[in-house]
């Protein structure tokens, strides 16, 4: 992989290579497997930036399960806005269900926290989170975040999903912003 990245008007560097973002899937894959063995969860796809991480998480998870993809937004450039959209596309009905929001990325937690506020009156039996990367540092919420592959500094990164004003989602490993 390059050592600089340009995307529009920034620089972006290696930050978590492509086998280490695999090797923390696998765990996080092995643990989901355990846990919901008899309980055939539906999984919540929060696009676009989980597409990818979803693809590498649920192909490792070996238990019967629906997938179902919704879309919100809250960013724009490399500032969350906390300015959450309506949940778009979910089309399953979740009462009595055991749900699992797989996201990209956990930063303040605006997002999931809506995403929390907007299912819970649908009476789910349970909601669980499961992300790529957790921002543990500028975390400002008290939802309990379950499941992520890796916990990463606070510093804005693209790849794996990730973009910066829609590019950078298709490269395959994680990079940081060039400070
Ligand atoms: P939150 O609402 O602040 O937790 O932000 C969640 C959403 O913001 C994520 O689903 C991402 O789409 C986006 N986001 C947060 N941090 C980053 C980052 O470092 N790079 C790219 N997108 C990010
Ligand atoms: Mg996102």
């Given at each position: ?47 676009n930036g989980a597409f990818m991480f979803a693809a590498e998480l649920l192909k490792r998870c ?64 349970s909601i669980k989170v499961a992300s790529l990367l957790f921002k543990k540092l500028a975390y ?40």
């Open positions: 992989m390059p050592n600089e990245i340009q995307l529009h008007d920034k620089t972006f560097v290696p930050y978590i290579g492509a086998d280490q973002l695999e090797s923390a899937i696998e765990k996080t894959a092995a643990q989901l497997s355990e846990h919901y063995k008899d309980k055939q969860p539906l999984f919540v796809v929060v696009l070996n238990i019967k399960a629906e997938v179902v993809f919704v879309r919100v937004a809250s960013y724009s450039g490399t500032q969350s806005s906390g300015d959450v959209r309506e949940i778009l596309g979910l089309t399953s009905p979740i009462e009595h269900r055991d749900v699992i929001l797989i996201e990209d990325i956990i930063d303040t937690g605006h997002t999931i926290a809506k995403l929390f506020e907007t299912l819970l009156p649908k009476n789910p039996k400002e919420k008290a939802y309990p975040i379950d499941y992520y592959a890796l916990e990463i500094e606070n510093k804005f990164v693209v790849g794996y999903g990730l973009d910066y004003n829609e590019l950078g989602r298709n490269i395959p490993s994680i990079y940081v912003l060039k400070s």
